[in-house]
């Protein structure tokens, strides 16, 4: 069989309530296609009829992005009851045949060893193995099956870090033959940027110098650390300020945000650590190009999105030392452990120290070649997928 052109591509919508760095990922990586490998690949998204219309839309505006909405994909635990008992999500594969798909992206999603298009699982990290506390036993159990299942089905796996490749190897032992390294990198489009920074600024009534932390509010996100650490400033007579953003809902525990922001309450904090809420994409990036630094204390990450969006801004950054961390940034932040909110408190003072007054960043000269490789690097994995699951 020839090469088809362009490769209908099968994604499945990831609401940014629920993560919003999978999110992004999926808009940066349709946008990057569409700018660097037109005619390449087509993405289609498949949302459910419960997704949010404004996020659909956004993608849908993406040229060359089709988008397809079904209550197939509306139900993920019965889709995954059938993946396993029948060998296929039958509604699932159905809508994938009347829309002449290719190839599927799984994520989080498994439709199946019977599925007859062929798939790559992006396994995006190992968190239930890594930190199994924030994980229900069930939970846990659930999505190592689902990944057990996806790599005993055959999946060519794609991973988003050399060490999430080391968990993979470590945690379930399989021959990387069908694995590929995919580093996603980002290019905000224009139009994100054309809101004026320092209006986001004095929209959020937020200092002149500022730390930003756009991470969701779960448990190993770590907020307290950074918590901890403006205490720390503050006996030292510091007025340091970290603006905060993300989503608060963590079906894992609903409580979390409130049990947080009930302790920045009661240690006085309420000026220095402020929660701006769940913010447009555009008033995200106006902030990471003029805060004094972005701060991730995340005790796990896969491939943090916020990092590389700092980096194509060249923001300075305040990680958590982490191996994924120190393998993006290449040592290029400052990092402290992340139980240690002393060493944080500390960068924090040394960055307002070298801080001048606002500035506003400019992507950098690098971003847009290091967005070319991310994509070129999935398109090639894609064409192989399919070249090797053809007949011989």
């Known amino acids: 069989m020839a090469d088809r052109a362009p490769l209908r591509v099968a994604f499945i919508n990831i609401p940014r309530r629920l993560w919003a760095g999978g999110h992004n990922y999926l808009h940066n990586l349709f946008l990057a296609l569409n700018r660097h490998h037109p005619g390449v690949i087509v993405p289609v998204l498949f949302a459910g009829i419960n997704d949010a219309p404004d996020e659909i839309a956004a993608f849908a505006s993406i040229p060359d992005v ?72 069930t939970a846990r159990l ?23 490749l080391q968990d993979l190897r470590r945690f379930y032992r399989e021959p990387t033959s069908r694995v590929s390294v995919v580093r996603f990198a980002t290019e905000p489009p224009a139009a994100l940027l054309a809101t004026d920074p320092r209006g986001v600024v004095a929209q959020y009534n937020l200092p002149a110098r500022y730390f930003y932390l756009p ?33 608060t809902l963590d079906p894992r525990e609903p409580n979390y ?6 302790q920045v309450r009661a240690r006085g ?7 701006l809420g769940m913010i447009p994409l555009d008033h995200v990036y106006a902030l990471l190009r003029t805060s004094v630094a972005l701060i991730n204390p995340s005790e796990f990450e896969g491939w943090s999105t916020t990092v590389e969006e700092a980096k194509s801004f060249g923001a300075p950054m305040i990680l958590s030392d982490i191996d994924v961390h120190r393998e993006q940034t290449e040592g290029t932040a400052r990092y402290f452990a992340t139980n240690d909110p002393k060493a944080l408190a500390d960068h924090m003072s040394e960055a307002m120290e070298c801080a001048g ?23 090639c994995l894609a064409q192989e997928v399919m070249r090797s699951s053809r007949p011989r």
């Open 66 to 137: 089709e988008v397809v909405r079904s209550p197939a994909f509306d139900y993920a635990d019965k889709g995954l009851l059938r993946a396993l008992a029948l060998g296929i999500d039958g509604p699932v594969a159905a809508e994938f045949r009347g829309h002449r798909i290719d190839l599927v992206f799984e994520s989080a999603r498994f439709f199946g060893w019977r599925l007859p298009v062929p798939a790559i699982a992006w396994f995006p990290d190992f968190q239930h193995r890594r930190l199994p506390y924030l994980f229900s036993r």
């Open 142 to 164: 659930r999505r190592d099956l689902g990944f057990r299942v996806q790599i005993a089905s055959g999946r060519h796996v794609m991973l988003s870090s050399a060490s999430a």
């Open 215 to 247: 991470n969701q509010f779960w448990r190993h996100k770590n907020h307290r650390t950074v918590i901890d650490a403006l205490a720390i400033l503050k006996s030292r007579g510091s007025d340091a300020v970290v603006a905060a953003s993300g989503s």
């Open 257 to 262: 945000f409130e049990d947080t922001m009930r």
């Open 269 to 275: 904090l309420d000026t220095s650590f402020r929660h």
């Open 357 to 379: 007054p606002m500035v506003v960043r400019d992507l950098q000269d690098n971003v847009e070649e290091r967005v070319k490789a991310f994509v070129a690097d999935f398109v």
